[in-house]
């Protein structure tokens, strides 16, 4: 069914077209620019353009998909760099070159390259929703073809095949394809949800072993400018402890961007020896990027990162930044006149964000596996503000803060996390689990750890007053050991071998301050001058 453009403000066109569903996909003008419906009126409705619009006129031609915003599901989604409407940009790139325009209608997966699919189920078998029909190889990954419904096989076929053909037949006459399509912004099911309980290994030594993520649970990462959000973000893609990444470059800058591209080409996981690009996917939008594409790439890329999950995966997305996101939200709603709340932002943000943040969590799939999603993500409040609307809405409902500051920054002092703002509603969970497997003392370790640098900071204020040699011995030594935790084992340099940092080593690294610590405080107590003891290295 067609339409007409009845009327045009930036992004936000107003279309006659009866029948339409809120939030259904569009086609939009003579050049087929993607569009959503955001808000329904008598005898049409307001469509949100994800293109640039210039050019575009009353009266040109409007075309309903009578299908939600969705995203093309199947093999050849990693290793991929897409869009915030999942179109390939290495595709764009190839016929339009590197800036991208109106693009209309473009295939995201291939869907005449042949995969090798291996039948795990036989013809009259009884399957279940979700369950595994058939299985192909993405790259290392055994990629799942799951089950769209339950019933009986009526017909199935391996071998290679492309995308565009059935592998099977249910008896009810639903074909089986290797690919589908699935809403962005409606949660896939699963069985049920578990409570997060496994660590999640990102390399960084202050979050694993002092704030830490479960697999499943949620963190942000809030920090002003040159606070090193992207370059903390970058390395925990390329390091953490998980199966697949899902990137979201959320409103960043091109450079940023193309520089993160290049290194990542290059980079080995080190968990597997492959190329990490294998296990990642990504999903730009760059701040010279349509803006309302930015607000659905946090759906597009969850949505990917939903699929694989359910396959039985551990996912983490990280997104950078939310911030960005919350501003494309804001500017939409500005277009449609709703009514303002604090800082202009819509009334819907923190309903948005928990329902966004709600699609994390560690499940038991409709097969019967276990899969997580965790989710990473980075906030740039500004003026370093964090009292500001995103950053409280996200604050209410993530599982960790990890907190970036500025002073830290400004003192080459990397990641930049402050370690007294920042906290993880994981820790005592995760530390008990370390502590009965393979790391007994994990938890006074980390005791001893806070506890010495409480007292250096409650000390500040004397030292400022008195000078470090008017502090008694113990005290002085307190705060020698806090600047050795702070250089030797806070702070890591993201383009050296220490960038990753295993739990093994972040271990041994904290015995040793904590045990030198104890030594020269056991020689103090036994009378011997501060200077001799300090001159000491450890046993």
């Known amino acids: 069914m067609k339409g007409r453009v009845t009327a045009i403000s930036g992004a936000t066109v107003t279309v006659a077209l009866p029948g339409l569903r809120l939030y259904e996909r569009l086609f939009v003008g003579e050049g087929m620019l993607a569009g959503e419906v955001v808000r329904l009126e008598e005898e049409g409705a307001v469509v949100q353009v994800y293109e640039e619009t210039r050019g575009l006129a009353v009266g040109e031609p409007v075309v309903r998909t009578g299908k939600p915003l969705s995203v093309n599901l199947g093999p050849g989604l990693l290793g991929t760099m897409f869009d915030g409407l999942e179109r390939p940009l290495r595709y764009l790139h190839e016929r339009r070159g590197p800036f991208i325009h109106k693009v209309g209608a473009v295939a995201s997966l291939d869907l005449e390259k042949a995969w090798l699919f291996e039948p795990r189920k036989n013809k009259g078998d009884e399957v279940r929703p979700g369950e595994v029909l058939l299985t192909a190889k993405e790259g290392g990954m055994e990629h799942a073809v799951l089950s769209p419904r339950g019933g009986v096989i009526e017909e199935i076929q391996g071998g290679e095949l492309p995308l565009s053909e059935p592998l099977g037949r249910l008896r009810d006459g639903t074909e089986i394809f290797g690919c589908h399509e699935w809403p962005v912004r409606e949660p896939r099911p699963f069985g049920r949800k578990l409570a997060p309980s496994e660590p999640l290994i990102t390399g960084q030594r202050v979050l694993d072993f002092l704030f830490p993520v479960a697999r499943g649970g949620t963190a942000i990462l809030p920090g002003g400018f040159g606070t090193g959000k992207t370059i903390l973000e970058q390395c925990i893609a390329k390091f953490a402890d998980v199966d697949i990444v899902l990137y979201v470059g959320c409103g960043e800058r091109g450079n940023e961007m193309a520089q993160l591209i290049e290194e990542f080409a290059g980079l080995e996981d080190p968990w597997t020896g492959r190329a990490l690009m294998e296990r990642t996917i990504m999903v730009v939008n760059t701040s010279n990027m349509p803006v309302a594409a930015r607000e659905s790439s946090i759906y597009t890329a969850v949505t990917m990162a939903e699929y694989y999950r359910d396959m039985g995966y551990h996912v983490l997305l990280l997104a950078d930044s939310l911030s960005r996101w919350a501003g494309a939200l804001r500017e939409i709603s500005s277009a449609l006149g709703e009514m303002p709340a604090e800082e202009g932002y819509p009334t819907y943000l923190g309903s948005r964000l928990s329902d966004f943040f709600e699609r994390s969590g560690v499940v038991e799939t409709l097969s019967g596996r276990t899969g997580s999603l965790t989710m990473m993500l980075s906030l740039s409040p500004p003026g370093g503000d964090f009292t500001e609307p995103v950053t409280q809405a996200c604050q209410r409902v993530a599982g960790a803060l990890h907190m970036l500051d500025t002073s830290l920054a400004q003192q080459r002092h990397f ?125």
């Open 415 to 539: 990641p930049a996390i402050n370690w007294s703002q920042s906290y993880s509603l994981y820790e005592r969970e995760l530390a008990r689990r370390l502590e009965e497997g393979p790391f007994p003392g994990w938890e006074s370790l980390r005791s001893r750890c806070m506890d010495i640098l409480a007292e250096e900071a409650s000390l500040r204020e004397i030292t400022e007053l008195v000078g470090f040699e008017g502090l008694q011995d113990a005290d002085r030594l307190t705060i020698r050991t806090a600047g050795a935790l702070r250089r030797d084992f806070l702070q890591q340099n993201a383009y050296s071998e220490d960038a990753f940092s295993p739990p093994e080593k972040t271990v041994s690294i904290l015995r040793d301050v904590v045990r030198l610590h104890d030594l020269r405080l056991k020689r103090l107590k036994e009378g011997e001058p501060f200077d001799e003891v300090m001159k000491e290295e450890a046993p």
